[in-house]
């Protein structure tokens, strides 16, 4: 027998109602408009044309900005995110030993990630500040001149891995969660059959640790190709475009040259080229990434 729909059925739906017509007006909406307009010439002001595929033709055949972006794009991710995730699990070791004062570093070493973009990015103007610069002070005391850090195309980038280096706070909490979910007795029985601290790390620690790693790793990747706002206000793409990542070329599509159908494929590209490294890393975790609870079900 069919059972009866009760209009009591639908009061959890009413409840997190808010949250759908947000998503669908704020997320889902804009995300299905920006893919309809990808196909349009559709400037702010004047009449739009419907042009198929010709905004993708065109970037991937006539538009250099498009290969120099996308190249500092991914030079950068190759440092960010080796470095980003390296740092940040050796800051959640650190504060998974029980010392004094933990629960202080701990809020010490996550505040840097509240900080807003463009505050976070005056600071590090002052840092690296060619002549009066606290980074180049700190390295003349060891007799070491320190470069134009932001208007020298060789150290620009670099410049701008560790500024965005700084804000670990996210990802070390997670780690650390991920550390205190290991279970000690595995810790106490290597220790009994002799085993040293750097023996457990890569026999205990980081394979319990490969399901946080995985999380960590496809966040920071798709953070890596979102970087905007340091170079924005830092270097604003320079020097020479160092620093002309590839939403600082999609952001200026849009509202520089006010291309909107031009803009939003760029975007759509971005979005499949991460989604195409998310599934990759997904796809290569069945051979490295450890679950516990799989193995006892085997």
């Known amino acids: 027998m069919k059972q009866k729909v009760k209009w ?23 995300l299905v408009f920006s893919l309809i307009i990808s196909f349009f010439d559709w400037p702010i002001v004047g009449d739009v044309k419907f042009v198929g595929l010709d905004n993708y033709i065109m970037m991937f055949t006539n538009d250099p900005l498009f290969w120099k972006s996308l190249w500092v794009t991914v030079r950068f991710a190759a440092l960010f995110v080796p470095l980003n995730m390296i740092i940040a699990l050796l800051l959640a070791m650190l504060l998974n030993q ?4 933990y629960s202080f570093f701990r809020t010490f070493f996550y505040l840097p990630s509240v900080i807003s973009g463009v505050a ?24 070491i001149n320190g470069p134009d850090w932001l208007n020298d195309p060789n150290w620009a980038l670099v410049a701008m891995v560790i500024a965005s280096l700084w804000g670990q706070g996210t990802l070390m909490l997670i780690f650390l969660a ?14 009994i059959d002799g085993a040293g601290k750097v023996y457990q790390f890569f026999k205990i620690t980081l394979p319990l640790l490969t399901p946080t790693i995985l999380f960590n790793l496809t966040i920071t990747i798709i953070s890596a190709f979102q970087q905007l706002t340091l170079a924005l206000v830092l270097t604003g793409g320079g020097p ?22 031009y803009s939003s494929a760029n975007a759509w590209f971005m979005f499949l080229i991460v989604l195409g490294l998310t599934l990759l890393v997904f796809k290569s975790s069945s051979a490295w ?10």
């Open 120 to 143: 976070l990015a005056i600071i590090w103007a002052w840092v690296y500040n060619g002549e009066y610069g606290i980074l180049n002070y700190f390295l003349s005391i060891f007799g």
């Open 178 to 191: 991920g550390l205190k979910n290991i279970p000690q007795n595995l810790y106490e029985a290597a220790s």
């Open 289 to 298: 990434v450890y679950y516990e609870n799989e193995v006892k079900k085997k």
């Open 98 to 101: 029980k010392v004094r004062g």
């Open 240 to 261: 020479v475009q160092s620093t002309y990542f590839y939403a600082m070329y999609v952001y200026e599509n849009a509202f520089k040259y006010f291309k909107m159908g």
């Open 8 to 30: 009591g059925d639908f009061i959890p739906f009413l409840f997190i109602s808010p949250w759908i017509i947000g998503f669908i007006a704020f997320t889902f909406g804009p």
